[in-house]
């Protein structure tokens, strides 16, 4: 795999205490005492008097022997998820541990193993650091983290385990002030505390990477309170393009997919305008770029795929062979006279006769394999939208749009038209209803 581990990386605060690495059942990472003193609710030493079971939760009571942050009972409940599921810490009557508490899932006081609670035994730095908070003498905090690479198939799914990535950019903003780091070859990243606030972590990822998430806030309620912030970068290769008609003219609104010769994960696309398409996040492999098949014409079967350059035997094809994080940009799709495509195009408009900016458009087959047979093209400004259908095929038209202000689950849509594309079809006109 490619990992990113370049010379000369600078970072601010060097020797962060932060420890980052798989945690109990792969649930989370540990960190450092001041993060997870400072991240949480009431801080104690206790020993567990009892459990008992409510609903699928247990509830520990815990006899309190030493009391840190908002402690001052003498008998203290903490909820914890079922034992053996993603993150439920397994108390044991009788054992005592370094809990950390919140009331995050509640108007009870909850913990988990990503909270840092743990048997007291293992916990020496973590009490060490909260008597320092205690007495008045823990160190002033800082914010730290640290930036990985992995690698990822089309299908999303994570395929190796994570590699350090140096000299990447990270900035840390508070106030209109702001650190500029480098992470180190470690992956590391620290800057000072500079007061309580909150704090925007932001990462810029190098030519030929991605993240999902560039920027996290980290809010700090203590001048000694400290922050772990992590970011994973994943290889973003790139397949462009154009697909053109046997005339050469562009074609848009057309699905396009880059994927295996063979059967597995793909990527779709649609086209633009200009005919352009443009696939990013792609792993390094070797792949083809086809227009799935489409629905049936009267008298025949589903229509073949067809695959770059223009064909419909995969033996024949273009194979795309992507290094990590490469752009390639590939010579004009063009398809075959047998498989023509003509444009329907038409307006949106929402349920008070405003254009539906953002409404998703879909084709689907009509007739015994009724489903969607297209990615949605999506309406510009003005409600206006193209999306290319096979010539002489019947489809089904609608269009649909998550309401406005709303929840994601309210979803505005429009009633299914019934067409067949041929060359010459006026504009359209879908209308959006509030239909729940």
Not at 134 to 141: C, D, F, Q, V, W
Not at 254 to 271: D, H, M, Q, W, Y
Request: net charge positive; aromatic share 6%; with cysteine.
């Amino acid at each position: 795999m490619r990992t990113v581990l370049l010379s000369g990386a600078v970072v601010l605060g060097l020797g962060s205490s932060l420890v980052l690495g798989q945690g109990p059942q792969g649930c989370c990472e540990s960190a450092a005492p001041c993060v997870s003193y400072w991240a949480a609710g009431p801080v104690f030493v206790g020993r567990v008097e009892a459990i008992r079971r409510v609903g699928t939760s247990r509830v520990a009571t815990f006899a309190v022997l030493e009391g840190f942050a908002g402690v001052r009972e003498s008998t203290i409940e903490v909820t914890t998820g079922p034992v053996g599921q993603r993150c439920g810490f397994s108390f044991a009557v009788g054992k005592e541990y370094m809990v950390y508490a919140d009331r995050s899932g509640g108007p009870g006081l909850a913990t988990s193993r990503c909270s840092g609670t743990r048997a007291v035994e293992d916990a020496g730095s973590d009490l060490a650091y909260a008597r320092e908070v205690r007495l008045g003498t823990a160190p002033a905090g800082y914010i730290s983290g640290r930036v990985r690479t992995t690698l990822r198939d089309l299908a999303g799914k994570t395929t190796d385990v994570p590699q350090p990535a140096a000299d990447i950019a990270v900035t840390v903003t508070r106030d209109g002030m702001t650190d500029i780091l480098t992470s180190d070859r470690a992956g590391d990243f620290r800057t000072a505390n500079r007061g309580p606030g909150a704090y925007r972590i932001s990462v810029r990822p190098p030519e030929g990477f991605y993240a999902d998430d560039t920027s996290t806030t980290a809010t700090l309620r203590d001048p000694r309170a400290c922050a772990a912030v992590g970011f994973t970068l994943h290889d973003n290769g790139q397949v462009a393009g154009r697909v053109v008609d046997r005339a050469a003219r562009p074609v848009a609104g057309l699905t396009i997919e880059l994927g295996p010769a063979g059967a597995g994960a793909s990527r779709r696309v649609v086209t633009d305008r200009a005919g352009r398409y443009l696939l990013e996040r792609i792993p390094a492999g070797r792949f083809v770029l086809s227009v799935p098949a489409g629905p049936s014409l009267d008298g025949e079967g589903r229509s073949p795929r067809i695959l770059h350059p223009g064909v419909e035997g995969v033996g024949r094809a273009t194979r795309v062979a992507l290094t990590a994080g490469q752009r390639l940009e590939l010579a004009d799709f063009r398809l075959p006279a047998s498989h023509a495509y003509v444009p329907i195009s038409g307006v949106v408009f929402d349920p008070d006769g405003a254009p539906a900016e953002g409404a998703r458009v879909y084709l689907k087959s009509v007739g015994g394999n009724d489903r969607i047979v297209s990615e949605p093209v999506v309406a510009d400004f003005m409600g206006r939208f193209v999306i290319a259908a096979r010539a002489g095929a019947g489809y089904g038209l609608f269009a649909e749009r998550a309401r406005p202000g709303g929840s994601s689950s309210r979803v505005d849509s429009a009633d299914e038209m019934r067409l067949v594309a041929v060359d010459g079809l006026k504009p359209v006109r879908l209308t959006l209803a509030r239909r729940y």
